[in-house]
């Protein structure tokens, strides 16, 4: 099943049964999820039903796919595998990440979204991540925090939209920040209305710097 392109005020909306979604949560269904936004286009916005999405594997998404949610989608791993490996232009609204190593994209640092080096033109808006860095890592700054901005000495991620998230911990203070950038240099990325408890720093100082002209 294809469909033409569409935009986040008039996204697609998928009919769960014609992809073999399993949206109660008791099965694997990365391998249809897969399926599902292979058959759309780059660029569309694909809006997923109500439901529990569990994923084992990780979901590849092409430049520009959007999916968003009307916050009553949950995605859950397996404890901490990656959930999406992302292009550029790619949003996330409305989604709550559970159990997972990353939320978001290619490396598997234990942060809740990571948004790797090169990415451009991201939207991180409306999702509830929280009890990021598992593996209790006390040394690397850049290992363990809600969302990572992360330019792994290649290229830094450049404007990207980080906004009215709620990140928090149910396990006493988490010693990272809620969003962390391993570049403190000016990159056009909006980060602001983030709601954070429960970790020790809220925005660090360097991801502020990446904001601005």
């Known amino acids: 099943m294809t469909s033409s392109s569409s935009t986040t005020t008039n996204p697609t909306i998928i009919n769960a049964l014609s992809y073999n979604l399993d949206i109660t949560g008791l099965s694997d269904t990365s391998t249809q999820f897969q399926k599902m936004v292979d058959s759309y286009p780059s660029g569309s916005t694909i809006k997923l039903p109500k439901g529990i999405y569990k994923f084992s594997k990780i979901v590849n998404l092409k430049d520009g796919i959007k999916l968003i949610a009307s916050n009553d989608v949950v995605i859950p791993g397996i404890g901490k ?42 939207t991180i808006t409306d999702n509830n991540i929280a009890n990021t860095n598992l593996n209790n890592n006390i040394n690397a700054t850049n290992i363990g ?54 970790y020790k720093y809220g925005v660090h100082w360097y991801t502020l710097a990446t904001c601005g002209v």
């Open 145 to 198: 925090n809600g969302i990572l901005l992360d330019w792994n000495g290649i290229a830094d991620p450049r404007y990207i939209t980080i906004s009215n998230n709620k990140i928090g911990s149910n396990n006493g203070i988490i010693a990272k920040s809620g969003i962390y950038s391993t570049s403190n240099t000016t990159h056009h990325n909006k980060i602001g209305s983030n709601i954070i408890k429960g």
């Open 81 to 122: 595998n990656i959930l999406f490996s992302t292009g550029n232009d790619n949003t996330f609204k409305g989604i709550e990440f559970q159990k997972c190593s990353t939320a978001k994209v290619l490396s598997a640092q234990n942060n809740g979204i990571d948004v790797t080096a090169g990415s451009s033109n991201c």
